[in-house]
Each structure stands twice: as structure tokens, then as C-alpha cells.
């Protein structure tokens, strides 16, 4: 199984030329691959299992004709759908350096450098994020995973036995959100058994801010009819529009009550990097419990953060003695098992992409592009309200615009949104397979919107002309069938 060094160095070679001409083609047109239809993906990809050695040649050839051409450009400039970020290069090969050394970050001993990488990486983000230096953590797949660790969490806190006993037969638990919150937050609540039907939806106020006071009317309610409020979960930018809740009064109230306080920064964990923005993460050190996505922040995939400011719950949750593994032993000087912390035993070396691109880039030129971002976004929210043909359907508060086109929308009524739903749905469709802009389409306030997320560091002004341009034509040519 060993390659021979000659072949190390071709694929080394191969390799290293691909992400050089990624990188410096990477604003080019078109955004989509050529083949954006199912079957005919299938039919170009579909082969049987290869039980004879083809060779480094011929597996880098069919990766090169067959999946490098139809991948979508992520790192594009207006690649503005969803919340992808453009990754920096130097995590491609610390990728590639995890991979080799193939640590596995669960027991300490195993891996003892990357369990310490690891380790610094929490504290960093701790840092970035403004969140509390007692905190605890751990890095995940992702936001779905860390919002379902931290509420683990919560239930653990909330009810030790629950892992020996389950919930069968005790009070049901409640855990409070908002219409916003983001789905993968019903699908921890689901996962845990708790049931989609004890979540409570809590109004928001006109900015898409849950409201304290009908946050602390739902807790009582629950309260005065045996349900256990468990947790109350926050948002620092919504995936819809980055709408980002107030989280002194709301944290104050779920103090108040006895009930977990949850922060799902996934998108705008690290918005305390942009001093501008600092006033919206005020009383984030106090939450119970946060989320985030360093892989929605120019690391590529996977690369989520679950952090407790009380770390002894987490090992509550998630501690299991095993014979074949080394015993857990808590204590500054002890060996640290992350295993201990989260759902995973097997876990990979993500903290090193984190690590050197944090050391070799630097937080501020990080933070920095992240206030361009919000810049941007705030920009095209300009351009949406002045122009008769737009109409922005959220203020931008991180960097996600939410708008529609609605031509002569002042001299419209109620009765025509139904139609400028039906246009908005088919124009990000359409744009999306020209390949010159990709966004997507969501609703707000129960409107179809264009979503645009501002999340590449490549991204200028002159895109955001572009993508209007690009809107308009789309939408005349739909119009004139
Ligand atoms: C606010 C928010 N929470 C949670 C998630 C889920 O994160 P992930 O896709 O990393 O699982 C997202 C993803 O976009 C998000 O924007």
C-alpha cells in the first residue's frame, strides 16, 4: 500500500497545482459547474467498486475531468447563497497535514500535541467571541452539532439523572426559541427526546428580537403547569437576515428563572471582533452556553465550537467510563480527554486549520474582513431601498441582506405579493444557473426574499452592482415569457 516516493511527489505536484489554479481562477465565471442535473451527474460519476489499482495518474485524472469541474465555486466573490465562507488556502494544507498525522483529539495520550492544539484554539475562541474565560469547550463538525453539545449540556444541568433514567414518566422539558432560531436547534431538541412539540415559539419584536417579557410570560406559563423550562435559546445572527436578540434582558430572565441561557453565534459568534458591533454581543460572557462556526469564518469545513461557561457540565453529559480506554481523571495537570466533552469518540486534528490560520493571517486581518462584510452588506441595503425596483425586507444588522425585487413597489398593494413571491422564488433559481451571482431565497416576514450572505473575503463593491444587474435582466427576461 506504501506509493513510491516518485508517485508521492506527482501527486504532491498535482495536488499543490490545483489549488494554485483554484485559487487564482477562483473569480471567474461561471459559479456553477456545468451539469447542474441530477441524473446526468449520476451517470457521469457512477462506476463500480475499483478492486485493481488504477494509480495515482488515472484517480487524480477522473477526479480532474469528472468532480473538479462540477463543484460549485464556494470561494467566489459573489458566491453570496447561504452561509459559505471563502476558506483561506492555508487550511487546505493543514488539512492535509491533519490528515497525514491522523490524530485522533479523544484520549490524551493518543494525542497529546493535538489535544493541547486543541485546547489553545477553545481559549482563542473564547477570546474572539468575548466569552467567558471559565468556559469549557470543544471543537464539532459544526453549529448543528455544537448548538446540540451545549444543550446536552443543559440537560444534564437540569437533570442528572436523565442519562441513567431517560425522560419517561417525569415532567416534560421545555426549551423556548424563536420563529428565527435556526432549525438545527429543533433538531438537538428532537435528538434529545425532549419533542418538537415542547418547543415554545416566543414573540419577537419588529427587528426579529425575541422579546424578553413574552420570553418570561412563556416560562411561567410552563412553569404553573408542571412543564420544566429547560433552556431559552438566543441568537447572535439569525440565518435568515442576522438579526442578533439582546442577550442582558433575555439571559437577566432566564437567570431569573432558573433556566439554561443558550447563544447560538454559529453565524455571529465572533461579531466582538468588529469594534462597531460590539454593543450587540452585550451580555454574551453571561449565557450559559454558546455556539459557534469558525467554518462560516474562512475556515472550510467542518469546524464548529460548542463552549459552557461551567465546563463541569459538559463532562456530565458526556463522560462514559471504558475498560479499553484511559481513565478520566479531571484536574488542571491531568490528561485532558476530549471524548469526555462531546457525543465523539474519534475525533479529527480540525483545531490545526483553526491554529495556523489564526497564526498566520492574524485575528485583526480576520476581523477586518469581517467588518468589510457588514460593511457590504449594509451597502447593498443602500443601493436595495434606492432603488424603485428593489425593496430591502430586513435592515442589515451583520452581514446578510434580505430583499426583494419588486418593481414600482410603492404603487403596490398587498394583493401583488403573492406574484412578487412566485417572481423571487423563480429568480434566485435563475440566477443561481447563470452562474454569474449565486444566492438564495428564503422568507421574511412571511415574504419571499433574494438572501444575500456576505461571507467571502473576496467580495467588493463592484459585485454588489453586479448582482443587482444581474437581478433586474433575470427578472425582465422571466417577465417577458
Ligand atoms: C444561525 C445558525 N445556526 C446554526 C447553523 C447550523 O450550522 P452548521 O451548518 O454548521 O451545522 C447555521 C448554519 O447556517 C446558522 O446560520
Redesign the pocket.
Known amino acids: 500500500m506504501e506509493l513510491k516516493q516518485s508517485e508521492i511527489e506527482f501527486l504532491a505536484h498535482e495536488v499543490q497545482e490545483i489549488i494554485q489554479d483554484h485559487v487564482r481562477t477562483i473569480n471567474q465565471e461561471p459559479i456553477v459547474g456545468p451539469e447542474l442535473n441530477r441524473a446526468k451527474l449520476r451517470e457521469l460519476l457512477r462506476e463500480p467498486l475499483p478492486r485493481h489499482p488504477q494509480g495515482v495518474e488515472a484517480g487524480l485524472a477522473d477526479f480532474r475531468k469528472k468532480i473538479l469541474p462540477q463543484c460549485v465555486k464556494v470561494g467566489h466573490p459573489r458566491w453570496l447563497a447561504?452561509?459559505r465562507t471563502s476558506p483561506l488556502v492555508v487550511a487546505a494544507y493543514a488539512d492535509a497535514l491533519a490528515a497525514i498525522l491522523n490524530q485522533s483529539v479523544t484520549a490524551w495520550e493518543g494525542a497529546p500535541a493535538a489535544a493541547e492544539t486543541e485546547l489553545v484554539v477553545i481559549d482563542w475562541i473564547k477570546d474572539a467571541s468575548c466569552y467567558a474565560r471559565s468556559a469549557g469547550g470543544i471543537l464539532t463538525s459544526?453549529?448543528?452539532?455544537a448548538?446540540s453539545v451545549c444543550l446536552h449540556a443543559a440537560l444534564a444541568a437540569a437533570d442528572p439523572e436523565f442519562r441513567e433514567h431517560g425522560l419517561a414518566g417525569k415532567a416534560p422539558f421545555a426549551v423556548y426559541m424563536t420563529s428565527e432560531t435556526?432549525y438545527?436547534l429543533r433538531k438537538a431538541v428532537t435528538l434529545m427526546g425532549i419533542g418538537a412539540r415542547n418547543i415554545r415559539y416566543v414573540a419577537m419584536d419588529c427587528e426579529l428580537r425575541m422579546s424578553p417579557s413574552a420570553l418570561e410570560a412563556a416560562i411561567i406559563l410552563d412553569r404553573d403547569a408542571g412543564i420544566r423550562p429547560l433552556a431559552a435559546v438566543f441568537?447572535l445572527?439569525?440565518?435568515n437576515t442576522g438579526a442578533c436578540d439582546q442577550f442582558r434582558p433575555l439571559v437577566e430572565v432566564a437567570q431569573r428563572h432558573g433556566v439554561w441561557s443558550h447563544i447560538?453565534g454559529?453565524?455571529g459568534g465572533f461579531t466582538g471582533l468588529v469594534p462597531e458591533k460590539r454593543s450587540l454581543i452585550d451580555g454574551i460572557d453571561q449565557a450559559d452556553s454558546l455556539a459557534l462556526?469558525p467554518?462560516?469564518m474562512f475556515i472550510p469545513f467542518e469546524a464548529?465550537c460548542a463552549l459552557v461557561r461551567e465546563p463541569q457540565h459538559l463532562f456530565n453529559a458526556f463522560s462514559v467510563h471504558a475498560d479499553y480506554l484511559p481513565n478520566s481523571v479531571q484536574g488542571d495537570d491531568a490528561p485532558f480527554h476530549f471524548r469526555d466533552y462531546g457525543p465523539q469518540l474519534a475525533r479529527s486534528f480540525r483545531a490545526l486549520k483553526i491554529y495556523l490560520c489564526f497564526k498566520v493571517y492574524g485575528v485583526d486581518a480576520i476581523a477586518d474582513a469581517l467588518a468589510k462584510n457588514y460593511h457590504l452588506s449594509a451597502e447593498l441595503g443602500e443601493l436595495v431601498e434606492a432603488d424603485g425596483d428593489f425593496e430591502l425586507l430586513a435592515k442589515p444588522t451583520l452581514g446578510i441582506t434580505a430583499f426583494r425585487y419588486a418593481p414600482g413597489r410603492r404603487d403596490r398593494g398587498p394583493a401583488d405579493d403573492a406574484a412578487l413571491d412566485d417572481l423571487n422564488t423563480q429568480l434566485a433559481i435563475e440566477v443561481q444557473h447563470r452562474g454569474r451571482v449565486f444566492l438564495a431565497s428564503t422568507r421574511v416576514h412571511n415574504r419571499v426574499a433574494l438572501r444575500t450572505c456576505f461571507v467571502s473575503f473576496r467580495t467588493e463593491v463592484k459585485d454588489l452592482k453586479i448582482l443587482m444587474e444581474e437581478v433586474r435582466t433575470v427578472a425582465k427576461a422571466l417577465s417577458a415569457h
Open positions: 447561504w452561509i459544526g453549529g448543528s452539532a448548538n435556526h438545527a441568537t445572527g439569525s440565518v447560538d454559529a453565524y462556526d467554518h462560516k464548529g
